[in-house]
């Protein structure tokens, strides 16, 4: 089982719509998980961070965590064309190791 | 507004020669990591450094190696190329531990070994 492990997608969804893009991970001591944004040929930009069951909402983006499941998940509402890039998923280690583990990433595009 | 800037941008080796991929941040960031990306994968983490002097493996190190002198620098030194060493490398800074706190990255080094 991968440790971070989301849909490759191709994920496409109508300008106006939710885009929703799941993730799910194996270490149950991971306390940290970060959305990254990575446009085509272009460096990873973080999106949002979430620490606590729930949700959290930024503008139109909703992270969702569920501990207990071991799931994450990026809701975007009112998809834009300019919101088609790979959304890479990753969560804090535990323990000491102090690293990032990334999920390969969910490819999104918005159809105008 | 550089934050953290990666040269070269492209660059082609032949099986066996060296290189140094070259990271510098202005940022006053203690943490500084290499990661390479390659298609259709997520990073993968090959060293990482606390602070200047401190550096330690990640989960791919092996065929790379790295120094930090200073705070700006961590250099990405790779020795004797190979085919399998072909990928994006992405050098990142944070201000805490990156696990705990946004990262930013450089714009990536695209390295093709032939």
């Known amino acids: 089982q991968k440790e971070v492990e989301q849909n490759s997608g191709p994920l496409s969804v109508p300008e106006g719509a939710i885009a929703s893009l799941n993730c799910t991970y194996s270490?149950?001591?991971?306390?940290?998980f970060f959305w990254y944004r990575q446009y085509s040929g272009k460096s990873p930009e973080l999106i949002m961070f979430i620490y606590s069951n729930g949700d959290k909402e930024d503008g139109r983006f909703t992270a969702q965590l569920n501990k207990a499941s071991q799931y994450v998940s990026l809701l975007i509402r009112d998809s834009q064309p300019s919101d088609s890039a790979t959304y890479l998923c990753a969560r804090g280690s535990s323990g000491s190791a102090r690293q990032l583990t990334f999920g390969s990433g969910t490819q999104l595009t918005v159809l105008p | 507004n550089a934050g953290v800037t990666q040269t070269p941008k492209f660059r082609i080796l032949k099986i066996g020669q060296s290189m140094t991929l070259q990271c510098t941040q202005d940022m006053n960031h203690n943490y500084m990591y290499w990661y390479r990306q390659d298609p259709g994968m997520g990073l993968k983490l090959i060293y990482y450094?606390?602070?200047?002097?401190?550096?330690d493996k990640g989960e791919v190190p092996n065929g790379y190696n790295v120094s930090r002198s200073t705070t700006e620098d961590f250099p990405l030194r790779l020795e004797l190329a190979a085919p399998s060493q072909t990928s994006v490398y992405f050098c990142?800074?944070?201000?805490?531990?990156?696990?705990?706190?946004?990262?930013?990255f450089g714009q990536g080094t695209r390295l093709t070994v032939v």
């Open positions: 270490d149950r001591g991971s306390q940290s």
């Open positions: 990142a800074s944070s201000l805490q531990n990156i696990r705990d706190t946004e990262a930013f």
């Open positions: 450094s606390v602070g200047a002097g401190i550096t």
